[in-house]
């Protein structure tokens, strides 16, 4: 996990650093995608795995510095307002996107509480993963 996690790094500021280098040559709109394409292609691979690590609060510093950069916000500002505006999901959102988004493809994979153990509760959907060997 350990050695994921310096590569990821290694590979967020690279990516800062193109967003950093094309800053002043480029649009919004282009670092905007410099951005999907460098920090979140590598952030959606494997987030579903590493996603909880103890690590995961330097991934979102280096998403939250290269978000300031490409709006030319101070250090201090809040990135909430960046994300919305620039619409790009920050860390925490993508990791819940990309588990929500395993749980639907691979429905077959879990069942609902309420089948398990006979009663339903008022909760909607609460789904337990089946054991596999």
Same mark, same amino acid.
């Given at each position: *996990?350990?050695?994921? $996690? ?12 193109? =967003?950093?280098? %094309?800053?002043? $040559? *480029? /649009?919004?709109? %282009? #670092? &905007?995608?410099? @951005?999907? /394409? ?15 690590? %103890?690590? &995961? ?17 101070? +250090?201090?500002?809040?990135? &909430? @307002?960046?994300? &919305?505006?620039?619409?790009? +999901? ?5 990791? *819940? ?5 395993? %749980? =639907?493809?691979?429905?077959?994979? $879990?069942? +609902? ?6 009663? /339903?509760?008022? #909760?909607? *959907? ?8």
């Amino acid at each position: *996990m350990e050695t994921t $996690f310096r590569r990821q790094n290694t590979k967020f500021n690279k990516a800062c650093f193109v =967003v950093i280098s %094309v800053k002043h $040559f *480029m /649009s919004l709109e %282009v #670092m &905007r995608l410099i @951005d999907f /394409s460098y920090f979140h292609s590598v952030l959606s691979y494997g987030i579903i795995f590493c996603g909880n690590s %103890v690590h &995961r609060k330097y991934i979102f510093k280096i998403q939250k510095r290269t978000i300031r950069i490409i709006t030319n916000a101070g +250090l201090r500002d809040s990135c &909430r @307002d960046l994300f &919305r505006k620039l619409q790009i +999901l920050h860390f925490f959102s993508q990791c *819940m996107y990309c588990l929500l988004r395993f %749980v =639907v493809k691979n429905r077959d994979l $879990f069942k +609902l509480n309420s089948d398990i153990h006979g009663f /339903s509760k008022n #909760m909607i *959907m609460i789904f337990t993963c089946l054991q596999q060997n």
